[in-house]
């Protein structure tokens, strides 16, 4: 929680510092910076009770039982797979999403299960795996809020939006992060 608020902060420290150059007088700096804590930074507390519902929901379900069924289904095939298992996980949190299952709460269960699983690579490519399957999923999932956003303006499918304009371009980017993420798992 610390390090994403840290994060936040120096991110918009950059964006004013870099806004405020352009700006002469600094009122453009000053309206830009009310309008982001009052219409942006504040709205944000609103999704806590999401974050506190899934980190809740996680920690039920990593000492569930149903959490070590599926561990020891999934345990001997992900195994079998070696390293193609790192480029299942992504497309585990891609397939979850198509069917209506959040990614945030995909990565959170499958994250928990995949650390239960002796894999031939580090929790680090795991957690950058869930990451990338987390990327893809908001991109391709027809339920995400902005891809249904976006098609209420188009006035088109979401589907149309999620598959057919993300789905090269999520092709590419599963490609090279998997690469990316061997290659950085093999050097480390």
């Known amino acids: ?13 950059l ?6 150059a352009s700006d002469r007088d600094h009122q453009q700096t000053i309206k830009a910076g009310k309008k982001y804590l009052q219409s942006g930074l504040l709205r ?3 999704l806590a009770p999401f974050f506190v519902a899934i980190g809740l929901f996680s920690n039920v379900f990593e000492h569930s039982q149903v959490s070590k ?4 289904g ?3 095939a992900i195994g079998y797979l070696s390293w193609g298992a790192l480029a299942s996980i992504p497309l585990l949190v891609v397939g979850l999403s198509l069917v209506g299952v959040h990614p945030l709460a995909s990565v959170t269960l499958l994250g928990q299960i995949m650390m239960g699983i002796s894999l031939p690579f580090n929790a680090l490519a795991i957690a950058l795996a869930l990451n990338i399957g987390s990327v893809l999923a908001y991109m391709m999932s027809p339920f995400a809020g902005i891809v249904v956003v976006i098609a209420n303006i188009l006035g088109i499918s979401s589907t149309t939006i999620s598959l057919k304009w993300n789905g090269k371009y999520c092709l590419l980017l599963l490609v090279v992060s998997l690469i990316f993420i061997a290659g950085y798992s093999i050097l480390i």
């Open 15 to 20: 964006w004013l510092l870099v806004l405020q």
């Open 1 to 13: 929680m610390t390090d994403v608020a840290l994060a936040g902060l120096v991110v918009i420290l």
């Open 44 to 46: 944000g507390g609103s």
């Open 69 to 72: 069924t599926i561990g020891q």
């Open 74 to 76: 999934l345990a001997p």
